[in-house]
Every structure is written in structure tokens, then in C-alpha cells.
């Protein structure tokens, strides 16, 4: 298969994988943190947004310790898979999905926040239960904060760099993502076909946020971020 | 909607991995010469190519990186993982010895652009890293102390890359990619100046079958062909000596 077909849909694949894993993981988390008054929620927020200030490269130095085959959670994981984490596509998966935690539980954490408390009460004194409650009035009211957190999820999944090329490992067909797929262009200074992936990155991610404005501006919230 | 949502996520699913493959990890100076070696390989086997700096590359393998061939650009690093089991004994052998050489501006006479660099009159000069690339350690020893007029780059490709963007007047780099870069691309007109041997450490480049591909029958199939006269004409042809060590 041509090398860049084979650098999209990895990219595609691992964005979509770490998008229904980020919101499996993140609804609860994010529903916790907008409801508890636990003394540690301000530890846990403050765990969640940490790959937003700190550099990729510290968060790829202790993935790349804790992946190793040598480590404790390295042999789990081979004892549990039989085949090795470190420089895999479940590496790059594990990886994206703390990377882009913030992306998602942000907006689904305001998106709860702002829910309509006395709706839920009502609707609990009139004999709902809660899974009434969650699939009537909870999930069709957040349901762009779903939207915002799977968009933003996934297009950062896209433009992931300094951890894939950390953990990953630049192998074509399994670590081998877009972001890297660039890199190596420029590296062997194949400038056009450089030009190509670079662009159609441009334009995907033009179309992707352009997308989530616009739906956004339908609504009175005004902000990306609920 | 699910059922969609269940086959979009198995058409994602791996395809099966081929047992034929080779995985090489190769040292940025050889990619080049190894993408020809490949087409040249009569084999049904395929090889799958990775590469990044020597040193990078060492990292990655002592982390678990999956590669059954290592291509280096030295013997040290080849040496110690065959001492430490991650590579399989007696499978190292040298393959190519490296040139350094000088890329200068359009038209500069190499004996001039030789003492240009020497006597702090180039304003920027880029190398390897030194520190991971063989070739970044032969392009210091040549300007005898790294000082704020050289840029490094992660390895050969890269401290050219700065070089054929504009962005240094010189780079210290392999022959072998600048030959690459020359014949291929649509390079901007530049000198290309091999240097004298003599003048930096030999750059042994030695290649080594990994622990986890001890089995791969295509992978010591490709270090025989690496070996064969035919292979070791081409590998001339890039930008290396062809000497017995």
C-alpha cells in the first residue's frame, strides 16, 4: 500500500480508537468533576489538564519508562497480551488517550455543570430513575458538549507529535502517523510530498474547527470550550 | 448505527503482520543507499524501513523498539548490544565505511570553503548531533570545538535539510545523502566537497541481527545480500569506501 494511504488511515484509525476511549473515560469523569465536593477534586482537575502545560516530552519520558519491557507494567502488559507495549500501536493509543484527556473532559465538564438541576429533581419526584433520567434529559441536553469533546478529542489525536515520535517510534503501518510521516519527509527532504501531507493537514483541520464554530454559534454558549 | 459503528471499527482492525518482513533500522546517512538495496534484493521478502540516528535508533532498541536488522553508523554501538544478548552473536560485520563530507555555497573552490570553516569565517555551519549521530562526532572533531556558529540537527538528513532550506551557508554531512540530494530532488546549486579520511576517526558502519529476529530467515537472508559484491558495488556508488576494516 502507498506509505501515505498507510500514514492516514493509522492516523484515522488511532484518532477514532482514543476519540471512544476518551469518551467511555471521560463522561464519568468529567460528570464527577462537575458534581463532587470531594477535597481532592481539585488534585484530580489539576492531574487531567497537566498535558496542557507541560511538554510532550516529559510526558513521552515517563511513557517510554512505564512501556519498556523491562518494567512492571511492560511485563503485565506482555503477560497479559503476549505481544510488547513499548513502540506499538496500543503505546500510541495508551498515550493519546492521557494527552488529550483535557480536550475532552473540559467541555463535558461545563456542558454538566450548566445542566438544569431542578429538571433532574423533577423529573426524579415524577418516578424516573436514573437511567431514565440519563437518557432523556441528561444526554439530549449535553449533547454538544459531546460533540465539542469528540472533535476536539479526535483532532488533537491528529495533531499529536512530540509523544508519538517519543513512544512511537516512526514505524511505517504501526507508529508511522501523519504528524511523523511529515517529519520523515522533511528529514529525507522530500519536499513535495512534504508539501502534500502538510497542507492536507492545514485544510483538514480548517474544516474540522470551522465545523465545530459554526455548530457552536447556533447556540448561546459562544465558547469552544462550553 | 452500531452495527456500522462495529464494522468501521473492525475495517480498522491491523491487517495480519506478513512473517516475511524485515524490520531495518537504519541509521539516517544510509536510508538512501538502503531504499536502492531494497529494489536491488531478489527476494520476496520485504524490507520495512525506519530510520533516525544511530544513536536514537540504540535507544530504541535497548527500549524493545521491534526491529530484527540494526544498520549503524558506527561499531560501538552494533559492539554493545551484541555484548549485552539484544544482539545475536557473531551476526556484526561492517558494511560501509563513511565519508564526511562539506557542502558549501555555489561555487566556492573546496580548499577555500575548507579554510572558511576552519578559521570562524562561515557565519553558519550545520552538523549531526554529536552526541547521537557518528557523523555529528567526525564533524567536530574536524571544526575542533562546536561554538554558537554550528547549528545541530538530529542527525545527517536533518543538519542537511538546514542546509537545502537556506537556513546554514554549511553543512558537515554524510557523502552519501548529499549524493542523494544532488541526483534526486531539484537541490539548490551548491559545492560538494568529500573530505580527507585521514582528517577525522574512521567511520565503521556496522550492521547487526537483532536478538528478536535470531529466527528471520529473510532478515539473514538480506545481511548476506548486504555482503555480496553486487551490493557492496552499489553501496560504493553512493558515497562509501569499500575497505576491510
Known sequence: ?226 | MYRRLAILLFLLLPPAAEATQVHVAVASNFRPTLELLAKEWQSNHQLLISSASTGVLYAQIVHGAPYSLFLAADDKRPIELEQSGTGVNGSRFTYARGILALAAPSGTHCKLAMQLIANAAARSISIANPATAPFGQAAAQILGEVDDRVVKGENVAQALHMFASGNTQYSLTALSVLKHWQYTSEPIPASICPLDTSLYAPIWQQAVLLDRAKDNVAAKEFLVFLQSSHAQSLIEQAGYLREPM
Open chain 1, 1 to 226: 500500500m502507498n506509505p501515505d494511504l498507510t500514514a492516514i488511515i493509522l492516523t484515522l484509525k488511532l484518532a477514532t480508537i482514543t476519540t471512544v476511549i476518551l469518551i467511555l473515560v471521560g463522561t464519568p469523569l468529567a460528570w464527577w468533576l462537575a458534581h463532587s465536593q470531594h477535597r481532592l477534586r481539585s488534585v484530580a482537575e489539576a492531574f487531567i489538564a497537566l498535558p496542557l502545560v507541560l511538554p510532550p516530552t516529559v510526558i513521552g519520558f515517563y511513557l517510554l519508562i512505564v512501556f519498556a519491557p523491562s518494567s512492571l507494567p511492560g511485563q503485565w502488559w506482555q503477560g497479559l497480551t503476549g505481544t510488547q507495549l513499548a513502540f506499538s500501536f496500543s503505546a500510541l493509543v495508551i498515550g493519546s488517550v492521557i494527552y488529550s484527556l483535557p480536550f475532552a473532559v473540559q467541555p463535558l465538564k461545563n456542558t454538566f455543570a450548566q445542566l438544569p438541576h431542578n429538571l433532574l429533581e423533577a423529573a426524579a419526584t415524577m418516578g424516573c430513575n436514573r437511567w431514565d433520567r440519563i437518557r432523556n434529559i441528561i444526554f439530549p441536553l449535553s449533547k454538544r458538549g459531546f460533540i465539542t469533546a469528540a472533535t476536539l478529542g479526535f483532532a488533537h489525536t491528529v495533531g499529536e507529535f512530540g509523544i508519538v515520535l517519543m513512544i512511537g517510534g516512526n514505524i511505517p503501518g504501526e507508529t508511522q502517523v501523519l504528524s511523523i510521516a511529515l517529519y520523515d519527509k522533511v528529514e529525507t527532504l522530500d519536499y513535495s510530498g512534504a508539501h502534500w501531507l502538510a497542507a492536507g493537514l492545514v485544510i483538514f483541520s480548517l474544516i474540522v474547527l470551522s465545523a465545530l464554530y459554526a455548530s457552536q454559534r447556533n447556540t448561546r454558549e459562544g465558547s469552544l470550550w462550553g
